[in-house]
């Protein structure tokens, strides 16, 4: 079976620090895979999408970026946080076929102080 | 685009009682998918309705999709503590080939005992 880990599970880093996330897909192969925020009050936004290694799309413009060295990995970076960075980060992934479900990691909740 | 309005954005019940979660589409929906998710935890996903008119049952939950295909539904008969958390729907876009949901903004639901 399918498995998606995100880690870590919480963050809380200062304004201007580096950031890295990280999410692995178990189970499945050449899967599409996502991330998205979530903030408190709001619905889901889609940050990236990415249909293949080094293959990374951007839905908003803004200080983060993506990146999936690996088949099944993908990889959430920023240089320098901002206060608005802060929410719960979710990762996902999907296959092709015929529906379009897509199955989501724990998350991770960040905190930029 | 698809844009969905879910309703209501919050409900509490009382053990026992059942309740209706409404989302709402401007659009015609090819794909719609339900989610659970619980506070700091990633989504469930429940169930997917394709056709007009369709109806699918998991456990106490029941989602139906309408002959327009504009509106979804999801009936929760009986409710217990274990159903409250927030639930969302999503869309999938045909018009693009890369497997993106759009979402509602959620329906935070409570159930006490």
């Known amino acids: 079976s399918q498995t998606i880990h995100q880690w870590p599970a919480t963050l809380v880093q200062p304004v201007g620090s580096p950031l890295s996330l990280e999410c692995t897909v178990e189970?499945?192969?050449?899967?599409?895979l996502y991330w998205y925020r979530q903030a408190a009050g709001r619905g889901l936004q889609l940050l990236f999408y990415?249909?293949?290694?080094?293959?990374i799309s951007s839905e908003v413009p803004q200080n983060l970026s993506a990146s999936r060295p690996q088949d099944r990995q993908f990889i959430l970076s920023s240089k320098k946080l901002l206060l608005s960075d802060s929410g719960f980060y979710l990762c996902?992934?999907?296959?092709?076929?015929?529906?379009?479900?897509?199955?989501f990691g724990p998350g991770t909740r960040l905190t930029v102080t | 685009s698809q844009e969905l309005e879910q309703s209501p954005q919050s409900l509490i019940v009382q053990e026992g009682k059942n309740l209706t979660i409404n989302c709402t589409s401007s659009k015609t929906l090819y794909g719609l998918y339900w989610y659970k998710q619980k506070y700091g935890e990633g989504l469930i996903f429940l169930m997917m309705?394709?056709?007009?008119?369709e109806e699918k049952s998991h456990e106490k939950i029941t989602a139906k999709l309408d002959e327009k295909k504009q509106q979804s539904s999801l009936h929760i008969t009986a409710s217990q503590p274990s159903h409250a958390g927030i639930y969302l729907c999503?869309?999938?876009?045909?018009?693009?080939?890369?497997?993106?949901?759009?979402f509602g903004r959620g329906t935070q639901l409570t159930v006490w005992p």
């Open positions: 996902a992934w999907s296959v092709w076929g015929q529906t379009y479900e897509q199955y």
């Open positions: 309705l394709q056709k007009g008119g």
């Open positions: 999503g869309a999938d876009d045909r018009g693009s080939t890369l497997g993106r949901l759009y």
């Open positions: 990415s249909v293949g290694i080094g293959q």
């Open positions: 189970g499945t192969s050449n899967p599409n």
